[in-house]
């Protein structure tokens, strides 16, 4: 609608334009042929008169641009007012210590673009503090989904999430995820350096603190290979890190936050041997004696678990260990037989 205004303002302007460059051709042609003006003087005029017009060219061009400036300000404040869902409660109440028990109590969600889609249904699961799980089911089981509840990316629409007894709801946001950290399949890493990429976990870290993490993280190893060592820029204009590198170093930071609880996302893709190796044996590290749900897509993860919890159409199927749920022979036995949940083969 803006445009066919704007388009038919220019036609105007431009038009009028041109009408007055004629008529002032025509007019002064023949003030100059009776001899009233000079030629010299007609050329003058007609330099003025195309000054005037490009100034009046530009005044139509500045009034278009406001225009859609104007359109994209409104749209801009309606984002900065939007009121996020999550949001911190009115009073919220304090993390009361503890070691990272997790209570989910009868959940069930769905996302609202499709509430007729039911993604978890009545789950009930219970981990103890230092316990770690493996969360295993085909793709769209909901294993992301129920991770994201605890972080709070999202809430429940029946049922709770609690962290050592505090539904999550009445914790303050900022609260409730610095007692988390999150290792994503694809971690995130910032424009900076190496350093500021793992600081980023605690603030205030040192540099000491900061090589010990990287060190447990088995990341120092090749950070001291770069010329820059800890000043290495990363991310968009810095030295590219393959996946297991950014892998290690999400580790490195995890490690320094030194979170009560751990949500990690293996990753699904393979990295090249000795990096997997890597990251295996740091992952190994992170999680120890530390409450941690794992959403596992690697055999070794899940034999080093203490418990496999199968999901399953938004439910528990089956849960215990990988020998029990393999003796058992039923679906978890049938997902891991046709290679569903795992790469590797399982003999
Ligand atoms: P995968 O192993 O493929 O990552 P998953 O078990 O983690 O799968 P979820 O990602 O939790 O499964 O998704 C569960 C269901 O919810 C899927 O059907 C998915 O399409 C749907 N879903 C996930 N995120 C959203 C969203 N933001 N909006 C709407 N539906 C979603």
């Not at 050329?43 to 005037?52: G, P, S």
């Not at 941690?292 to 690697?298: D, E, F, N, S």
Request: overall charge neutral; some cysteine.
């Amino acid at each position: 609608h803006l445009a066919r205004w704007r388009a038919a303002f220019f036609a105007v302007v431009t038009t009028a334009g041109y009408c007055a460059i004629a008529g002032i051709i025509w007019l002064g042609g023949h003030e100059v042929i009776d001899k009233r003006m000079s030629p010299g003087e007609l050329t003058e005029l007609m330099l003025y008169t195309a000054i005037v017009a490009g100034a009046l060219g530009s005044v139509a061009s500045l009034w278009g641009s406001l225009q859609t400036a104007a359109g994209a300000t409104e749209r801009l404040f309606k984002i900065i007012d939007t009121v996020p869902e999550i949001r911190d409660p009115e009073a919220p109440a304090r993390l009361p210590a503890g070691g990272g028990a997790v209570h989910f109590q009868n959940v069930s969600f769905h996302y609202d673009a499709r509430p007729e889609h039911p993604v978890l249904r009545g789950v009930d699961l219970r981990i103890a503090p230092g316990e770690v799980v493996a969360l295993v089911g085909p793709s769209g089981a909901g294993k992301s989904t129920l991770t994201a509840l605890l972080y709070r990316f999202f809430d429940v629409k029946e049922g709770s999430v609690s962290l050592d007894g505090a539904d999550v709801r009445t914790l303050k946001l900022a609260e409730l995820r610095g007692a988390m950290a999150i290792v994503a399949q694809e971690p995130v890493l910032f424009s900076g350096t190496i350093r500021a990429n793992i600081a980023y976990g605690k603030t205030g870290a040192t540099d000491a603190e900061i090589e010990a993490a990287a060190r447990d993280a088995h990341a120092h190893e090749f950070i001291a290979k770069f010329p820059d060592g800890y000043k290495t820029l990363v991310g968009e204009r810095g030295v590219k890190l393959s996946g297991g590198q950014r892998q290690r170093l999400a580790i490195a930071r995890a490690l320094l936050a030194d979170p009560r609880v751990l949500i990690l996302d293996e990753a699904t893709s393979s990295l090249d041997a000795e990096s997997e190796a890597l990251v295996q044996k740091a992952f190994a590290r992170l999680m120890k004696g530390r409450t941690t749900l794992v959403i596992a897509h690697r055999l070794s993860t899940v034999r080093d678990a203490h418990r496999i919890v199968l999901l399953s159409d938004g439910k528990i199927a089956e849960q215990g260990t990988h020998d029990a749920l393999m003796a058992t022979g039923g679906l978890y036995r049938r997902l891991v037989e046709h290679q569903v949940i795992f790469r590797e083969a399982v003999s």
